[in-house]
C-alpha cells in the first residue's frame, strides 16, 4: 500500500501514518510490536481476556461519503470489496454511497445494503489491515434490526455475498410494503422517565390489545385491523426509550390515549423514516425471508444458506438470546421483520448474565455505542473494559490502543 495521503491522512497520528506505509503483511506485526501489549500476547490461549462483544448499527445511520475515508486509507482492501458488492447485487451501491444524492441513498432498498456493506468493510479493514482476528478477539455477536445481518456475517453464519443479496431483497419487499399503504406510515420513538417504561408498555399493550412485545392476544381490538393500523412496538431500545411503528394516525390515536387516560406523558419524536418497520405491514417481508432461507446458498454450491455452527454466539433481535440452531436462526430471522427488536434487553443479558465487559461497535454512527453505554453504564474505557464506536479511521487507532490496554489491565488483575 502506498503512503496514506489526502483528507484521511489528518485523523491520524505520525506512527501511525508510518505503520499504515508498510505493506499489508507486515502491518500487524509491527503495529502490535509498537504497543505495550502485542496482539500475540493478548491472545495467548493461557491468558483469559475479558468477554468482549461485537455489535452493529440498523437503519438510519446511512450518510453519502462513509465508505470514502476508509477507500482513501485502505484502497487495498476497500477497493475489491465495493467492486464485489456492485458485482453481487447488479447494482452500483458503491457509486450512490459515495456520491448519493441523500434522497437515493436513504431508499429503504439502498440505505440497507449500504449500512449493512459499510459495516462489513470496517470489520474487514480491521481484520487485514491491523490483524485483529474476529474469532480470536471477540467472544459474541449481535446487531440492531439491519444490523443482525452484519452480525451473522461477523458470526461466521452468513457469507458476505449471501447477506447482500437477502438484505437487498427483504429491503425491496420493505419499500414495496410502504409504498402500497395508502396512508402515512412511519416510526415515533417514545422517550420516557426510566422507571415509567414499564408500565407505559403496559398500557400500550392494553390499548391495542396486545398480551406481550411483537405478539397480539385474541381479544384484542388491534387484532381485527388491516395491518396498515396495526401498531407495534418496533423496538425497546434503553431503560427509557421505545419505537412505535404503523400508521401514523393510528400511533397518535395511542399518544392521546397514554396522555389523556393512561397517566404518561412520554417525549414522542418522529424518526425519519417512511417505513413501519418491525409491524405487521411487513409480513411480505418476513414471507420472502422465510423462503429465501429455507434454500440452498445463491454463492456456494449444494450448501445450505446458513452455515451452523458459527464461530462464536449471536444474539437474537426476537428472542434476546443466542440462536439455538441453524432452523432456530432462520425462523428468528425471518420473524425478525414483524416482531420487537429487544435491544435493551440483549444488552441487559449480555451485561448482568454474560458479564461482557467489552463492548465494540462497527459501523457508521454512534447510536448503538450511546445505546450500550447507557445501559451498562460503561463510558470509554478502564477496569478491564469499555464501549468503542469504530465509524472512521480516525478511530482505529485509539480504539486498538485503549482495547489492548485493557487486556493489560486483566492481566494486571489475574
Known amino acids: 500500500m502506498a503512503h496514506l495521503t489526502g483528507p484521511t491522512s489528518k485523523f491520524l497520528s505520525a506512527p501511525f501514518k508510518s505503520i499504515l506505509s508498510l505493506p499489508a503483511s507486515l502491518r500487524p506485526a509491527v503495529y502490535a510490536t509498537s504497543q ?4 500475540a500476547t493478548s491472545t495467548d490461549p493461557s491468558r483469559k481476556q475479558p468477554k ?23 484502497p487495498k482492501t476497500v477497493k475489491p470489496m465495493l467492486d464485489q458488492i456492485d458485482e453481487t447485487l447488479k447494482v452500483n451501491l458503491s457509486k450512490i454511497i459515495a456520491e448519493g444524492p441523500n434522497s437515493k441513498l436513504t431508499a429503504t432498498e439502498n440505505a440497507q445494503p449500504a449500512i449493512m456493506a459499510t459495516s462489513i468493510i470496517i470489520l474487514r479493514v480491521l481484520e487485514e489491515e491491523f490483524g485483529f482476528k474476529i474469532k480470536d478477539r471477540i467472544d459474541i455477536t449481535l446487531g440492531h434490526s439491519l444490523g443482525e445481518f452484519a452480525a451473522l456475517v461477523a458470526g461466521g453464519y452468513l457469507r458476505e455475498a449471501d447477506a447482500l443479496k437477502l438484505v437487498r431483497r427483504r429491503a425491496e419487499v420493505m419499500a414495496r410494503c410502504s409504498k402500497d399503504a395508502n396512508e402515512e406510515v412511519g416510526m415515533i420513538a417514545l422517550v420516557c422517565e426510566a422507571d415509567h417504561l414499564q408500565s407505559m408498555i403496559e398500557a400500550i399493550h392494553s390499548f391495542l390489545g396486545h398480551n406481550s412485545e411483537g405478539t397480539k392476544s385474541d381479544s384484542g381490538s388491534d387484532h381485527d385491523l388491516p395491518p396498515v393500523q396495526q401498531v407495534l412496538i418496533a423496538n425497546i431500545n434503553s431503560k427509557n426509550q421505545i419505537v412505535l411503528s404503523g400508521g401514523i394516525k393510528r400511533i397518535n390515536e ?10 404518561h406523558g412520554p417525549r414522542a419524536v418522529r424518526l425519519k423514516s417512511d417505513s413501519p418497520f418491525h409491524s405487521p405491514m411487513m409480513q411480505p417481508a418476513a414471507d420472502l425471508m422465510k423462503k429465501m432461507l429455507s434454500q440452498s446458498s445463491p454463492t456456494a454450491k449444494n450448501e445450505d444458506i446458513i452455515m451452523w455452527p458459527g464461530l462464536m454466539p449471536c444474539i437474537s433481535n426476537v428472542s434476546a438470546r443466542p440462536f439455538q440452531s441453524q432452523q432456530h436462526l432462520k425462523d428468528l430471522l425471518a420473524r425478525q421483520c414483524v416482531e420487537t427488536v429487544l435491544w435493551h434487553d440483549s444488552i441487559v443479558y449480555l451485561h448482568e448474565e454474560e458479564k461482557v465487559k467489552r463492548w465494540v461497535g462497527i459501523g457508521p454512527g454512534k447510536v448503538g455505542r450511546n445505546l450500550v453505554g447507557k445501559t451498562t453504564g460503561v463510558r470509554g474505557f ?7 464506536a469504530v465509524s472512521g479511521p480516525n478511530e482505529v487507532e485509539s480504539f486498538l490502543r485503549e482495547f489492548e490496554q485493557t487486556d493489560a ?4 488483575e489475574e
Do not use: Y
Open 382 to 388: 478502564g477496569k478491564g473494559g469499555g464501549v468503542w
Open 36 to 39: 505495550s501489549r502485542c496482539l
Open 254 to 263: 395511542l399518544l392521546t390515549h397514554l396522555r389523556q387516560f393512561a397517566g
Open 52 to 74: 468482549t462483544a461485537i455489535f452493529f448499527p440498523g437503519q438510519g445511520v446511512q450518510r453519502v461519503g462513509m465508505t470514502t475515508d476508509w477507500l482513501e486509507a485502505f
Open 409 to 412: 489491565m486483566n492481566a494486571a
